[in-house]
């Protein structure tokens, strides 16, 4: 079993920056892939950022240029570094991880961009 406790988050303005942390317990070393999945009211839940054991990091479109994933091993945490926020950022989000046998998800934690 894994365990994932987000911290981070709340209301930004439009142009500012908010830091997102996810701290994995448990299980840890079963996890392939750690990141970000946010959602809004009425769309599907969609991938923000991730990032691999490896390092390898994976980013949406959307976010490019914009919002950098990385992470600390030895805490076993991964930081969502969020600049330039635009409204469109609004949503509740949600940290993942990718285990062997199953994905883990955060209880999501709510981000409001104000213009």
């Known amino acids: 079993q894994v365990q994932l406790v987000e911290s981070g988050g709340g209301l930004g303005q439009a142009g500012g920056s908010l830091t997102l942390s996810c701290a994995a317990s448990g299980n840890t070393d079963s996890i392939n892939v750690m990141g970000w999945y946010r959602q809004t009211p009425g769309k599907q839940r969609e991938l923000v950022a991730t990032v691999s054991r490896g390092g390898w990091t994976n980013q949406a479109d959307s976010v490019k240029g914009r919002f950098t994933i990385t992470k600390d091993i030895a805490k076993n945490t991964v930081y969502l570094q969020m600049n330039s926020l635009k409204p469109e950022d609004t949503a509740v989000y949600y940290c993942?991880?990718?285990?062997?046998?199953?994905?883990?998800w955060g209880q999501g934690t709510q981000v409001t961009v104000s213009s």
């Open positions: 993942t991880a990718e285990a062997v046998l199953r994905t883990y």
